[in-house]
């Protein structure tokens, strides 16, 4: 079985019906991949998590290594992101 979408139509309804058959139980022999550009924005998630997770580990170790402390770096990487969002 194959679906499409309308080209003015937007990604999150017809991926969230995709994930929702790709988890539903089928019938012996019969399975639900999800491909093309779903394919791709999941591989795109997956490097963007693990971008992310390493950005955070390199910030931390430059920092550790200009403050030669292993607890400053931590507690400064935890008040950055409050002090953006307004809490003081």
Do not use: C, D, K
């Not at 795109?44 to 390199?58: E, K, N, P, Q, T």
């Amino acid at each position: 079985m194959s679906m499409s979408r309308r080209p003015a139509r937007s990604w999150a309804p017809w991926y969230a019906s995709g994930s929702h058959l790709a988890e539903t139980p089928l019938p012996e022999g019969i399975r639900v991949t999800l491909r093309g550009m779903v394919q791709g924005m999941n591989a795109s998630f997956r490097s963007f998590g693990l971008g992310l997770i390493l950005a955070v580990i390199l910030v931390y170790l430059i920092l550790a290594a200009q403050f030669e402390s292993w607890l400053q770096p931590f507690l400064i990487l935890l008040a950055v992101p409050a002090g953006l969002a307004g809490v003081t």
